[in-house]
């Protein structure tokens, strides 16, 4: 049962833009109502990396250092969706992005360990 699906990834020159989107699954709305969502991204031959967490009102946010100022995290619980707006991008920033769900906690942490995950969404960044 597919509870998060991420789109929006694709090919973008370096110092280019991207947008992520992650929707909830009908089934999954509550959940993702009440968790702190966030971002994680796997480069190739790399671990998954924390990448930025929001709160479930949408009113904290937390990134990892390696994209702030470049990267915005947001949410939509109208349409139970989550976005990653991604500029200035470069090429260290190629990976699979993973949405991700953290039912345990309302807020993010760097550190969170979410219960959820999406597919995964390619982003390749060309210099």
């Known amino acids: 049962q597919v509870q998060l699906v991420e789109s929006g990834g694709g090919l973008v020159q370096a110092g280019g833009s991207l947008r992520l989107s992650c929707a909830a699954s009908?089934?999954?709305?509550?959940?993702?109502?009440?968790?702190?969502m966030a971002w994680f991204r796997q480069p190739p031959g790399k671990e998954r990396e924390f990448v930025a967490g929001i709160s479930w009102s949408g009113g904290i946010t937390v990134y990892a250092d390696f994209v702030k100022g470049r990267f915005t995290i947001s949410r939509d619980t109208a349409k139970n969706t989550v976005y990653l707006q991604m500029n200035s991008l470069k090429p260290e920033d190629t990976a699979v992005y993973y949405c991700a769900a953290d039912s345990t906690r309302n807020l993010p942490t760097q550190r969170m360990r979410p219960t959820y995950w999406g597919q995964g969404t390619q982003v390749t960044v060309s210099s």
């Open positions: 009908t089934a999954f709305v509550r959940t993702f109502r009440t968790s702190a």
